[in-house]
């Protein structure tokens, strides 16, 4: 069975300050992992994934499947990056549909 | 587009009692995925539809149903209303199961 476990419930920084939101997961097939992100009073939202090898607002995320790690870094985080950060495994194929699975959660605090 | 839209929002329901809450998936979107979202967790999966049948479920009892319909919103019930039934429900749409999922704001069930 899949997991991912996300090991900080809360990370505080200074605004300037990088940040790393650990991840790390656990599943037997080719693994397509993303960041979902959940500002407050708003819905959980799509960051990034890992397929697109993309980075947005700032955020990269980097697939280490020898660490069967995922974990989303910025260089300088800003106040608007304070947001409690999903991160997530999709599995299944395509005819017989699919789940995401999802770790705990990481609030961010960006302090001034 | 008015995105994944979710009805109600709120609702109180006493134990043993059943609960249907309502989808509507983006415009265009053929696939809804249910997730129950309890307080300081993340998201857990229940099951996913797509051409209205259940194509994946997730480690829900029986007491969690659903359905889709042909204009592919979805519905979810719950029968015999547990106070650990207590969550946020999320619903999320896609374009078949194979693409990215995008999510509504909830419906938050309390059971009292």
């Known amino acids: 069975a899949q997991r991912v476990t996300q090991p900080e419930k809360l990370l505080s920084v200074f605004k300037g300050a990088p940040v790393e939101l650990k991840c790390n997961y656990s599943?037997?097939?080719?693994?397509?992992l993303f960041w979902y992100v959940q500002y407050s009073r708003q819905r959980l939202q799509l960051l990034l994934r890992h397929i697109s090898r993309e980075s947005i607002k700032g955020f990269t995320a980097d697939l280490n499947k020898g660490e069967t790690s995922f974990h989303l870094k910025k260089p300088f985080a800003q106040e608007e990056d304070s947001a409690m950060y999903y991160c997530a495994l999709k599995s299944g194929v395509k005819a017989a549909g699919n789940k995401l699975t999802f770790g705990g959660g990481t609030r961010v605090l960006v302090k001034p | 587009d008015a995105g994944v839209t979710q009805s109600p929002t709120h609702l109180i329901k006493t134990r043993g009692q059943q609960v249907t809450l309502r989808c509507s998936p983006k415009s265009g979107h053929d696939t809804v995925s249910w997730y129950q979202q309890a307080l300081g967790q993340g998201p857990q999966f229940i099951f996913q539809?797509?051409?209205?049948?259940?194509?994946q479920r997730g480690n829900f009892p029986d007491r969690f149903s659903g359905h889709q319909f042909p204009n592919y919103s979805s519905e979810l019930n719950v029968n015999a209303l547990l106070l650990g039934d207590s969550a946020l429900y999320l619903c999320?749409?896609?374009?078949?199961?194979?693409?990215?999922?995008?999510f509504g704001s909830g419906t938050r069930l309390t059971v009292v």
């Open positions: 599943y037997s097939g080719s693994p397509e």
């Open positions: 539809y797509y051409e209205e049948e259940e194509r």
């Open positions: 999320a749409s896609s374009l078949t199961p194979y693409y990215g999922y995008t």
